[in-house]
């Protein structure tokens, strides 16, 4: 069978289709870019602000409340290498790019997450979603970003957004599950109201589950950014991008070097607040 | 406020060692290429001689005996669409990589796994390097691999089996970890030799969860061979790095569909398995 004639058809259909949109939808989709650019460079330009050894030493605060004093030292250490490799603006619009989408996903995944957790209707719903959104390679969620928005920050604001909602909605809809029935009726026996219950009883009790969900949508958040290096996210993905495709091999080794720091020490410190999270209750 | 001072560049200082790495274990790296090279062109080959409705036809009579007919349906719809996408190479070549790295990579995990289980110091030295491997980013996986074997399919499938490696091989000590102590005591009471305890007690045990490691092993590779399209691996991932950079997306589109219908088709295979395997145990 020759499907050559079909498939060009098919390309001409989604050219045509993806014109219709674009023309039709302009504003729709201008606004919703001006929305994520503007997120983004707000959140840039606070971490551009402080000079590159206040970041340093805030992150090396933060982990030493958290991790400990080890951590904390070589979390500040690593830092300043990332700024001394000359790659510090990189590296913070790697952050922002970071911590835009984090956010955007969980403001979009926990209230999700918690009526999922209520009504298991939505959830057995919204289930077959979820796991085909995990199954698919993260690769292809660029596609139908770029087509709507073009190149630059938005297109791959919007793809890390998409795979990193997943598992904030999963695990929030399993920490409002998993609150121990003894809890709720013992809330419901002193006459709590439905919402003092939810804040007081059901919260606390999934807040682990939740804090879960914040580290493994940000660990999916930069598997993605750097992706993103490819449709003009800007950023550490970019460098790397650019420096593999002319085979310049320091500036790889040194891009990766700061990703690597970069996610090391965001998964460390979210993963102990989780943990303290825990230990603090029991 | 820039002292020069402070300025210190890793990669400068590493670049040369991995020239000096190129010059003088040429012909090593020139060996794993070669072969790397000659195990995927058969395998592709050998999936690519086979007529295409012919090898859809192999794949749903053997989903159909292996899983049942609901996988059989799913595996002749998935197929069927790449070839009407016009990506049927692409897609055996995605199929190809995904396959062999799969492959070398449970090759890897499993005996590693099992001795971990074995001995708890080996698994305390090994969990630390898993933990730091499975939180980098999968881009990061490529870059050591484009240094030493340059663009194409080798460096992606070099990257690909180092990250399929990890899910493989903690849930190959979990499930033997899981295995319970009776029946390897059962075992060797009644004088069997480890070799048996392993194949005859352990190993049917274990399968579920080993199973379960599968699964992610595949999906995770196929991941990493798509992403592997931007430094020039070939196959569908390829076909998407083209629908992105020129924006041709006709071509983009009817690409990640492809990969949708892959990556569907190798999830619901391999969880097939694992639900006809739970099934007879339940009752």
Redesign the interface.
Known sequence: MDSSGFIDLFDEWTDSALEWVSDNGEFLFDSIRQVLEGLYAGILWLLELPPFYLIALIVALVGWRLVNVWFALLSGVALALCFSMGLWPETMSTLALVLTATTLALVIGIPIGIMAGFFPALDRFMEPGLDLIQTLPPYIYLLPAIALLGYGPATALIATVIVAVPPAIRLTSLGIRMTPKEFIELGEALGMTPAKMFFKIRLPFALPSIMAGINQSLMMAFGMVVIAGIVGSGGLGETIYGAIRTLDIATSINGAIAIVVLTMVLDRITQSAARLGTRRKS | ?NPSI???????F??PS??WLNTNFHPLFAAISYLVEAVLSGFEAALLFVPPYGLIAIVVVLAFVAVGLRAAILAGLCLGFC????LWTASMQTLSLVTVAVLISVLIAFPIGVLCSRYKTLEAMVRPVLD?MQ??????Y???A??IF?LGRVPAIIATIVYGIPPMLRLTTLAFNQVPKEFIELGSAIGAPPRSVLWKIEIPLAKQTLLVGLNQCI?LS??MV??A???GAGGL?AE??R???R????????A?LA??AV??LL?RLSRGLLDRDRLPKAK
Do not use: H, K, N, Y
Not at chain 2, 6 to 12: D, H, I, K, R
Not at chain 2, 247 to 254: A, C, D, I, S
């Open positions: 406020m402070l300025q210190f560049s890793p990669g400068a590493l670049a991995v020239d070839l009407l996408m016009g730091v939180t980098v980013p999968p881009w990061v490529l870059i050591p484009v240094m340059s999906l196929l991941a798509v992403l399209g931007l430094v991932g998407v790095t629908g992105l950079t924006m041709e997306m006709g071509l983009g589109l009817r990640g990969i949708v990556a569907l999830d």
